[in-house]
C-alpha cells in the first residue's frame, strides 16, 4: 500500500483470488475521511502485480516496482485516483522488491533481492518519466560477507544517506548519498540476526523514527521448527547524530514472519504484522535507548503482509 502525500487517498496493489483465471493485477484507489475510514473510489488493471508503490512528491504519478517481472512503471494519478494511463515503464532485473522517491522526488531507487543490486533513476515530474542516473545501479554487500541482497530501503530524515534491509543471511547496510547526481555509495553493513541464532532467516522490512535517532529491521525465521516457536525478531541499531553510523541497540522478539511493520509518526510506537500467526504486535520505543518494549497483542484478519501508520487529529478516540 501506499498514501499520497496530504494522507487524502490510498493505493493498494491487488491480485486475482486463486482460480480466478480471468482475474488481472490491478491498484484500488481510496478516499481516506477525516476519521481515517476508507471508500473505494476507483480500480483499475495492471499489466502485472505490484510488490510495492510508491507516490510521487506531486501526487500526480503511482510507480511500481514488480517483483516477478523485473520492471519498474509510472501511472498516472488524476483527481487522486491511479489510473490504467501509463507513462513510463522500465526493465531493470528479477526480484525488483521495492521503489522509494528521495527528497521532493527527483531520484528514485529500487532494491533487488536476487542481483544484489540497486537500481538508480531520476524522475521528470512533469512528464512522469524515469531515466536511469549515468550509473544504473550500484552493488549490495559482497556475497562473501553473508548479510547481502537488499530488500526494502528508506532514507534518514535529516542527513544524505539511505538504508537498506539485506534480505540474504539479515543484513542492514548505510548508503550515502551525492550531493550531485543521488547516487548510492556503500559505507557500511551488519547483521541483524542474533548471534546465537540458527536456522534460516531473511530480514524483511526496515524503518527509522522520524528524529532519525534509531533504525529497525525485521527478521523472518523460515526455519521449519515443528516441535518449538519460531524467533522472528525486530534488530534495533541506534544512528550517530552526525554521521548516521549504526550501533546495535537490541534483538525483540515478535510475530511469526513479520514481513512488515511501521512506525507512528511520532516515532513512540512500532506495530508488527505476523503474516503466519495472524496477529500484529504493538511496542513502545524507549526514547532513550530505542530498545523496544512489547505492551499490546491484536488478533487480525488472515495473513496480514502490510502495516502503515497515519495521523488524524479529528478521528475519534
Known amino acids: 500500500m501506499a498514501v499520497s502525500y496530504k494522507e487524502d487517498y490510498l493505493y493498494a496493489a491487488l491480485r486475482p483470488k486463486k482460480g480466478d483465471k480471468d482475474g ?16 473505494l ?26 517483483y516477478r517481472e523485473g520492471q519498474v512503471m509510472v501511472h498516472k494519478i488524476v483527481d487522486g485516483i491511479a ?13 525488483a522488491h521495492c521503489i522509494r522517491g528521495h527528497g521532493r522526488g527527483t531520484h528514485f531507487y529500487v532494491p533487488h533481492t536476487g542481483p544484489n543490486k540497486v537500481f538508480q533513476f531520476r524522475f521528470d515530474a512533469k512528464q512522469g518519466k524515469l531515466s536511469p542516473q549515468n550509473v544504473p545501479f550500484v552493488v549490495g554487500p559482497d556475497e562473501e560477507h553473508a548479510y547481502h541482497q537488499p530488500r526494502h530501503l528508506t532514507f534518514h530524515p535529516k542527513l544524505q544517506l539511505a538504508y537498506t534491509a539485506n534480505e540474504r543471511g539479515g543484513g542492514i547496510s548505510k548508503w550515502s548519498l551525492q550531493p550531485f547526481n543521488g547516487g548510492l555509495e556503500l559505507e557500511q553493513t551488519l547483521s ?12 524483511a522490512d526496515i524503518h527509522i523514527t522520524p528524529d532519525g535517532r534509531y533504525a529497525y ?7 521449519d521448527r515443528s516441535a518449538r516457536a519460531g524467533q522472528d525478531t525486530i534488530a534495533a541499531f541506534e544512528l550517530e547524530r552526525k554521521t548516521g553510523r549504526m550501533t546495535l541497540v537490541g534483538y525483540y522478539a ?23 500467526s495472524d496477529k500484529l504486535a504493538a511496542y513502545r520505543i524507549n526514547q532513550a535507548t ?12 488472515k495473513v496480514p503482509i502490510w502495516v502503515m501508520c497515519l495521523q488524524f487529529e479529528n478521528a475519534e478516540k
Do not use: C
Request: aromatic share 8%; hydrophobic share 35%; charged share 20%.
Open 24 to 39: 488481472k493485477p490491478s491498484v484500488a484507489t481510496l478516499k481516506i475521511s477525516a476519521k481515517g475510514e476508507l471508500t
Open 41 to 66: 473510489v476507483g480500480q483499475w488493471p495492471l499489466p502485472a502485480f505490484a510488490t510495492y508503490l510508491e507516490v510521487d512528491h506531486s501526487g500526480k504519478h503511482l510507480l511500481s516496482a514488480h
Open 83 to 95: 489510473t490504467s494511463e501509463r507513462t513510463d515503464m522500465h526493465e531493470t532485473a528479477e526480484k
Open 192 to 203: 541483524t540476526l542474533p548471534p546465537n541464532f540458527e536456522g534460516n532467516s531473511a530480514a
Open 217 to 223: 529491521v525485521s527478521n523472518r525465521d523460515n526455519t
Open 254 to 276: 515478535t510475530e511469526h514472519i513479520p514481513r512488515s511493520f511501521a512506525i507512528d509518526k511520532e516515532g513512540k510506537y512500532l506495530y508488527a504484522a505476523g503474516q503466519r
Open 290 to 301: 530505542g530498545a523496544l518494549i512489547r505492551i499490546a497483542t491484536y488478533t487480525t484478519a
